[in-house]
């Protein structure tokens, strides 16, 4: 019967179907048992690796302190409140409800609901930092209802001085695409793994200042911890078989003084009644023993805070493009003219040269010399003056032609010797060396002939001569300190950091010379028709009974007075023309203004201090700069910060590290 | 006895004779499904594990009501029509279907939207088996009655090529020819049939496939490596089952799993996951099932006297095998990777709703040998 055949051959059919199709499923079976058994690949390492990560625990930064210890940056524990938008159901709801427990307004809330929508949805995007400690508590109890939000514990760099400190000590900031590009040249597996390090998001390298000068004794030793994470990366669980904590920088003890450097960057900041604005600068104040930096300030500040976690571009392009420029280290990059600071330098020249004692000159207010006239300042002139009155009337005349009875190449040479045109290593980057010309330096940057006119110029501090307002300080101290060869240092206490040998006195400086000049800068200070009497009139006395200096009071007047002897300095930024001759200050445009600069040292008696003070486009020397320098060196006599007890660093990390 | 009462008892006494052992296995899988989901939902039963198991309870309900009241013969008279309403909609797709992720695979009708593809699995069973019921045996086996049977299978194939979904265009072809191969195809002509096939897959390879397919099988092959693009899903999933030793690592601390290192593992990748937490014992077992689900439906298959019966029940049987075995091959790297889930467990609707349609017709046939 065909339907009994049919069914067989269905029959034989579905038999070879079932079986082949067991045969199938034992075939996938095996496939499990030989890929747990027998495949070379070790999928259980590979599984581990997929769930546990290494978690790099950057260190906490070294502390840096000024002199007698106050903080000037520390790392310190931050709470913050992050998002993964990819995480959370309903983006702003749960951001108005975070704003809610943190009691945030409407424009907050815009605002980051705005910034996380821009974000990745995969990567937390932080929406507020420096909880405090009730806040971070308060929403650590919400956290359940919030998905997508994780309160975390982070460190920070902090900057309590904010605007203060921020050229000298600089800042942190993440690590850019470039500096990852650099380690990775440094090539090898040591380039791969620094280059993983850098990228990690806690990681912070100093990009300016001490910061960067330092940054790999401030940097500390990384540790890492093994987590359990998921494929976003995500820590699963904190969990894991091993870790090695952190080492924490090395702490930086500063040589400057922190109440110094305030009241320096406070006298920038007075507004100029000319221009209603902050004024641009630098100062500096320096130890004439030991060569310290006690002010090291450069105007106008901003604040090294925001730098840490990214500064908005507006706000980067606000600072970057100001005609004051505040991103820059004026004090150690700047370079002015010194104009007449620079006499001194040409006076000894001049000694050197043979010019006799009782060598002067008359004054008509302008010099004749190669068919064009050199103008002295004072339009009238000086009329008869030696060397000690031509300093203290800063006399243009005098000098130009004392140049030229030195001699191009002895003026050079003096200037070296009191420290201009050399770098200094003060552990921070970019510090310039300035320009001091000579025939031998004009001919080999391609200028042809030295003529003499350029000597001319040379003598009042003008021309190609480019110093630093750090030189004119170390030019300040070396006079000061009677010519010893003073080197200025920036810190005091840091790892390879020793105390330097006593200066030697520099070579080939008559002391008779020196004298003469210092004697100078005291007339200009003290004596009528003095450039910077009133600038140098401090107020103060040295008591007698314990050689103390105290301020001028009705009781103390009767005590000696405390005087410094400075000079005055105005450079021109560009040619004074017959249209620009003779007009008041507030009718030139800002940038064109001649930068005013003050040197000085003291007390006179006995000199420890010397300052120098550049105010860009800020009119004459005496005029703005002068009174700047007398304010810093008023509070540095009175507080006398070399003769008191500095800091150590052992004991204010010892104070830190103390068990709470 | 009012009417309800007297409808409800008798439809008890005929449910109570179905082939409960089939529906057994189907509720070993389902469970198995739910408490798979409950794992990947980190322990919540609120979401997929509840709407996994009402859905299965549901469409059971459903399943065993049509067993009752619609019987084989009925099957039989609505084939061709069930058949060429899936191949309209698939045409309609061509033209006012809706995009989504790069493939047009859906109609939606107000709320609803279904993928004529899915309806088209059980389809293309039905017609071929009432294509054979009425053809005999010296026509069964000659080769000029195979063509038709062959546009059958290629019209819905080549729409859903189109789309492009390859799995569900894969998985007809191979239920197709499954119940060509039951209906008697003689060994002769299959033979030929398979190396042009193989010829037409190299084909297909170089003019037919999109690059994300031809990127896949690619990887397959080990002509490519990709661990973090289109080898990443097989990589990780290899990974999963090769660490995951003799019992696994326990349900609901599978790392690779739980740690999302996984994707899609509540749907393709579920039974990775069965065997990272349950090991090489709970993927033999969940085999097993499937195993014991295929040779029931198998036995049902040999009961009929009616081909249309046998062939119905045999291919159905057949797809539950090609779903199981491409979905089980595909997560541990012996098939190129497509979107085919793992019948009753993985998550999804559309799958679930095919097998149990599927299995319907099995209990009907079971039911109803005639």
């Known amino acids: 019967m065909s339907g009994r055949r049919e069914r067989s051959g269905f029959m034989n059919r579905r038999d070879m179907l079932s079986a082949g199709g067991g045969a199938a499923l034992g075939a996938v079976a095996l496939r499990i048992a030989y890929l747990q058994t027998l495949d070379p690949t070790n999928y259980r390492e590979a599984s581990d690796e997929n769930r546990f990560d290494l978690r790099v625990l950057a260190p906490p930064r070294g502390t840096i302190y000024d002199r007698f210890g106050t903080v000037l940056a520390s790392t310190a524990r931050e709470y913050r409140v992050t998002i993964r938008r990819g995480a959370v159901d309903d983006l702003e709801r749960t951001i108005t409800r975070i704003a809610q427990l943190l009691e945030l307004d409407a424009a907050w809330i815009r605002r980051r609901l705005n910034e996380a929508r821009a974000e990745r949805p995969d990567i937390p995007y932080t929406l507020f930092r420096g909880l405090h400690w009730p806040q971070f508590a308060a929403l650590n109890v919400h956290l359940p209802e919030l998905r997508g939000v994780a309160a975390e514990a982070g460190e920070r760099r902090n900057y309590p001085h904010d605007t203060v400190f921020a050229h000298p000590i600089g800042y942190v900031q993440k690590p850019t695409v470039r500096d990852i590009a650099r380690v990775l040249d440094e090539g090898g597996a040591e380039g791969e793994s620094r280059a993983v390090y850098l990228r990690n998001p806690d990681v912070r390298v100093g990009k300016a200042g001490i910061e960067a000068g330092l940054e790999s004794d401030l940097h500390g030793q990384a540790g890492w911890r093994q987590v359990e994470v998921n494929a976003a990366g995500r820590v699963i669980s904190e969990v894991g078989h091993a870790e090695r904590a952190p080492v924490q920088g090395a702490g930086v003890v500063m040589t400057l003084d922190a109440n110094l450097q305030r009241i320096a960057m406070q006298k920038f900041a007075e507004l100029d009644l000319s221009t209603q604005a902050e004024r641009s600068g630098a100062a500096i104040v320096m130890d004439t023993v030991t060569g310290e930096l006690l002010v090291l300030a450069s105007a106008p500040g901003f604040d090294p805070n925001h730098f840490v976690n990214g500064i908005g571009q507006e706000e980067f392009r606000g600072l970057n493009e100001s005609e004051r420029k505040p991103l820059y280290h004026k004090a150690v990059t700047g370079n002015y003219s010194p104009g007449s600071t620079f006499k001194m330098m040409v006076g000894i020249a001049a000694k050197q040269a043979g010019m006799p004692d009782d060598w002067s000159v008359s004054c008509p207010g302008y010099f004749p010399f190669g068919g064009r006239n050199f103008h002295c300042w004072r339009r009238g002139g000086h009329g008869h003056v030696d060397m000690h009155d031509a300093l203290k009337g800063s006399c243009d005349v005098f000098f130009y032609r004392a140049a030229l009875y030195a001699g191009p190449e002895r003026i050079a040479a003096v200037a070296r010797a009191f420290g201009f045109g050399q770098t200094y290593d003060l552990s921070l980057p970019g510090v310039r060396a300035g320009v001091v010309p000579d025939p031998d330096w004009f001919a080999r940057a391609g200028r042809g002939q030295w003529t003499p006119g350029l000597t001319v110029n040379f003598g009042i501090g003008q021309g190609d001569l480019q110093v630093t307002p750090l030189q004119l300080a170390v030019m300040a101290a070396r006079l000061g300190a009677n010519g010893r060869a003073v080197m200025p240092r920036l810190v005091r206490e840091a790892p390879g950091v020793r105390a330097p040998a006593p200066f030697q006195m520099i070579p080939g400086i008559d002391p008779a010379h020196l004298a003469i000049v210092r004697a100078g800068m005291f007339g200009v200070s003290n004596e009528g028709g003095g450039t910077a009497i009133s600038a140098s009139n401090l107020g103060l006395v040295r008591r007698p009974d314990n050689g103390r200096i105290v301020e001028r009071t009705p009781e103390t007047a009767r005590f000696p007075p405390v005087q410094i002897a400075g000079k005055t300095g105005t450079a021109q930024v560009r040619a004074i023309t017959d249209a620009t001759r003779g007009r008041h200050y507030s009718t030139i445009p800002w940038r064109f203004r001649d930068h005013g600069l003050f040197v000085c040292f003291g007390p006179w008696d006995d000199p420890r201090y010397a300052c120098a003070v550049v105010v860009e486009h800020g009119g004459a020397g005496s005029s703005v700069a002068g009174p700047i320098a007398r304010a810093i060196m008023r509070e540095t006599l009175l507080t006398d910060p070399a003769r008191r007890a500095p800091a150590q660093l052992a004991r204010l990390e010892a104070n830190v590290r103390r068990p709470a | ?370």
Request: hydrophobic fraction near 55%; proline fraction near 4%; aromatic fraction near 12%.
């Open chain 2, 1 to 370: 006895m009012s009417p309800l009462l007297d409808v409800t008892r008798r439809f008890f006494e005929r449910a109570s004779a179905l082939n409960w052992s089939i529906i057994t296995i189907l509720c070993a899988l389902a469970l198995i499904g739910v408490l798979m989901h409950f794992s990947v939902a980190g322990g919540a039963w609120s979401g997929m594990p509840l709407v996994h198991g009402l859905r299965f309870a549901g469409l059971l309900a459903l399943a065993v009501i049509a067993a009752v009241y619609i019987t084989a013969r009925a099957w039989r008279d609505f084939a061709y029509w069930l058949y060429g309403g899936a191949l309209a909609l698939l045409v309609a797709v061509e033209f006012i279907g809706e995009t989504r992720m790069g493939a047009t695979r859906w109609l939606s009708v107000g709320p609803v939207s279904v993928q004529p593809s899915e309806l088209m699995k059980i389809a293309i069973v039905l017609a071929l088996a009432r294509y054979y019921h009425h053809l005999d045996p010296r026509q069964t086996t000659s080769i000029w009655f195979a063509f038709p049977a062959l546009a059958l299978i290629a019209a819905p194939v080549a729409l859903i090529m189109h789309q492009p979904d390859l799995g569900t265009a894969m998985l007809i072809a191979l239920a197709g020819f499954a119940v060509m191969f039951l209906a008697g195809l003689r060994w002769r002509y299959i033979v030929p049939a398979m190396a042009l096939a193989a010829v037409g897959a190299v084909g297909a390879y170089y003019g037919v496939l999109h690059d994300y397919q031809r990127a896949r099988i690619n990887v397959f092959l080990g002509l490519e490596s990709d661990p973090l693009g289109e080898g990443y899903h097989v990589l990780q999933s290899k990974i999963a089952i090769g660490a995951a030793g003799l019992t696994g690592q326990g349900w609901m601390r599978g790392s690779q799993s739980q740690g999302d290192f996984l994707p899609e593992k509540h749907t393709d990748f579920i039974f990775t996951m069965i065997v990272e937490e349950f090991g090489f014992i709970g993927g033999v077992i969940v085999l097993a099932l499937f195993g014991v689900l295929m040779w029931r439906t198998m036995e049902v298959a040999g009961r009929p006297r009616s081909q249309f019966g046998q062939l119905a029940a045999a291919g159905v049987a057949a797809t539950l095998a090609c779903y199981v075995l491409i979905n089980t091959g595909m997560v541990m790297g012996l098939v190129p990777v497509v979107g085919i889930p793992l019948p009753l467990i993985s998550y999804g609707g559309t799958a679930m709703v095919t097998m149990m349609a599927g299995f319907a017709i099995v209990l009907a046939i079971d039911y109803h040998p005639d």
